[in-house]
């Protein structure tokens, strides 16, 4: 088809009189914690943690919040096209990071570094092709789906392990990515931003993740516009699987050890990052880049409770509030723009 | 209605002294830097059929949706009965007897027509619902506006016009003392329009309050006592409907003359070879459906609500999936068949669907998003989407169809309900489709809008495409096409030219009063 418009041609006199008055939206509190509050508070929690928090703001306890921050990052970077696309959350990426670390250490220590990648990167494709034709194109609930896979792929894991524990050599590949610093930054945390800003390229200059977007916000429109919804659902799937074996790489670098249950919780941590970013539940609204913003904020409130002395249970309990109170802001800020 | 409250009974007691049933004083929305309403007041009393106009995005549907509390005003206030209305109290609105019918339908897809009724009312007794009395209550609503339809029957499996004759089920469930139409009849056919208009006469009769929208002028003529005339949200008439003319109204609408020459009727259309055809099409509600456009041709699909006129087309594309039977489509003398939706839109046709809100939409995407996704391919370099022709493409096309305001980075679901048709139509004008569907393309939009979207389909056609229209507008029909196909219980029962051919010829054939076999 042509890509030239056609001639513009008005017999009605241009009006613009709308435009006389420059965007003055009325406040709406939820619609503005929604979009712009995560900028604020995030700044604001940091200030927060140098200036009350001991020890928060040493090189030691950055670096160990840079460590932990890096993975979760990387998965729920890729797991953010999940959720714009309407998806919900990919719950697998639990069973996904496990088998990744453990594919990357063991199948070195047996084979070879580079078999290794391969390996992991034919499982992380597999992963997306499994969610994402369940999903986009027998149209089966993400969630259920998701779940499922979770089992299967970590009782495999299991299974195969028998969750025995994995070390890695001394002064290999592995250990020598995990140890590498770049200045003052772990070479993880420089990956997880590249990562990042990678992922947030696709998101917003590729057709692809301009699509994930158009399908999250209505799917029925985007298919009759001609795009090939299955396609996108399969192709979002498998970001979040590419995501979830680069945090896998990064967490078995970080100890050099690999072991199935390495990465519980997983799934919640990388949801609470996304969803507190500002990218909505409802699909088709947020961003790669608010999903950083996100991590920053949960990595630093975890750390100020570790440091604080607040035990896992209570970490664990605050990140669960943290999820139902950025839902409700979601849900809400979605009432208030459309009236 | 609700266990306990009383509810209000149509009140046709209070005739010496016409207390408005509802009004509004000095109302003013505003959305963002958009002033909506501007300062205007409206009142109805009972009995009253009260006329609303204005051109797209005059602020109809604001003004509405503020008398019936879904919509805070910014000033101003709503008075029920001579009662203050809390400001945004859709509940105490309700209770106080105002029913209003969205432009859009908000009916619940997946649940039947019994339940969409009394939605938000169900009967029940001790918590339990009580499916008698929501039938027999949904079942009455029915008879008073008298369709006849299947109660127990899904919203989903329903046509649009007859979703709209269930959303109006639902307002008169309510017993309401105010009835609000924001563009009851933008998916009716004539013969309905008729039956709407008739029932709602009745229904002012019985002193209920009619406060009617619509862009189709000869309506507010046949039905409405007063009239208020809207324009970029300020009030410009409120008055006796007796002292206008048709000519005078739109002049007061759109704030100059407007130059209509009605009958745009193209003259000696050449067509060439067929470029769309269908053979033995089959379907759920699509029987045997043989039909062809040429280039250059428009060829109009007619008949009567559930005559089954969107589901041929939707079967043509394979947007929906077919029983049997196969479309073609013929490009650069080259003849393919159409198996799913994406090779018809890989085959270049464009289909503007009827449900712009759930079908040709996203609502929560920019003017610019929503018309580059069908042309994403061609304003992309590689994977990469070139953001700057994105925006010079959609405000070249938001322009061509006058789209208001033209912020072509603001969301669709922003826009009133003709302007975001508007953008529907532009989304695939971008293409340049060398065949093009249209069902209901015109839905919602205003006089002005209307000739203007017409003289963009007849200039595709001359430019050699195959167009197919699907439209409940008869004299739209008519105008446009060069070939009637005529549709009653998924078949084309009649083929007319569209010169010489007069509403009551279609109307014949549609309803079955004459038997012309011609598939
Ligand atoms: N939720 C909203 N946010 C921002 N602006 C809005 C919103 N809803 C309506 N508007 C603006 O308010 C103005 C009036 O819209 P409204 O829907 O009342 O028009 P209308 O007269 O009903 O038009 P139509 O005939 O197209 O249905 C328009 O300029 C529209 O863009
Ligand atoms: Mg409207």
Known sequence: ?339 | MSDKEPGVPPSKTSSETPVPVVEGRGIVKRFGGTQAVDDVSISVVPGEVHGLVGENGAGKSTLMRVLAGVLTPTEGEVLIGGQPLDPGDTRAALDAGVSLVHQELSLVPEMTVAENILLGSTPTRAGVIDGRTQRRIARAALEEIGVTVDLDEPISRLSVAMRQFVEIARAIARQPRVLILDEPTATLTPAETDHLLATLQRLADTDLAILYISHRIPEIFALCDRVTVLRDGKLVIADEIGNYTPDSMVKHMVGRELQLDMEHRRVEPEHGEVMLSARGLKAPDVNDVDLDVRAGEIVGLGGLVGAGRTEIVRAMLGADPRTGGETTVTLDGRRRRIGGYRSAVHAGIAYIPEERRTDGLSLTMTVSDNIALPNRSSLSKGFVLQRRRIAEFARSLAETVNLRPPEIEREVGQFSGGNQQKVVIAKWLGRRPDVIVLDEPTRGVDVGAKAEIHRLIRELADDGAAVLVVSSDLPELLELSDTIHVVRDGRIVGVLPGVGTDEAAVMALAAGQQEVDAA
């Open chain 1, 1 to 339: 088809m042509s890509s030239q418009a056609p001639a513009p041609t008005t017999p009605h006199p241009s009006p613009a009189r709308a435009e006389d008055e420059p965007e003055a939206t009325p406040f709406k509190l939820s619609a503005w914690l929604s979009t712009q509050g995560i900028v604020i508070f995030t700044i604001a929690l940091v200030l927060f943690a140098v200036v009350f928090v001991d020890g928060f703001a040493s090189l030691p306890n950055l670096t160990d919040v840079f460590n932990r921050a890096a993975p979760i990052g990387i998965v729920a970077a890729g797991m953010t096209f999940v959720v714009i696309s309407g998806n919900y959350l990919d719950l697998s990426v639990v069973a996904q990071v496990a088998t990744a670390a453990v594919v990357l250490i063991a199948v070195t220590n047996a084979v070879g570094l580079l078999p290794a990648i391969l390996l992991a990167i034919a499982i992380a494709l597999v992963y997306g092709l499994v969610n994402g034709v369940a999903v986009g194109v027998f149209k089966a609930n993400a969630v259920i789906v998701t779940l499922s896979t979770t089992f299967i792929g970590l009782g495999l894991l299991r299974w195969l392990t028998g969750g025995s524990i994995y070390f890695g050599d001394s002064d290999g590949p592995i250990r020598t990515f995990g140890t590498t610093r770049i200045g003052p930054l772990p070479l993880s945390m420089v990956l997880f931003v590249v990562v990042t800003i990678l992922l947030s390229l696709v998101f917003t200059r590729t057709n692809f993740g301009f699509m994930v977007r158009a399908y999250g916000s209505n799917r029925e429109a985007t298919r009759l516009a001609g795009v090939n919804t299955p396609a996108v659902v399969i192709g979002a799937f498998t970001m979040s699987a590419l995501g979830a074996m680069l945090g896998g790489f990064v967490l078995a670098a970080f100890s050099n050890t690999a072991v199935s249950s390495m990465s519980d919780g997983y799934d919640f941590r990388a949801l609470a990052a996304i969803i507190v970013g500002g990218t909505s539940v409802f699909g088709g609204r947020g961003s790669v880049m608010r999903t950083l913003l996100g991590v920053v904020f949960v990595s630093v409130l975890t750390n100020i409770m570790v440091l604080t002395g607040l035990g896992f249970g209570f970490q664990q309990m605050a990140i669960g509030l943290l999820i139902v109170l950025a839902v409700s802001v979601d849900a809400l800020a979605r009432k208030t723009r459309s009236s």
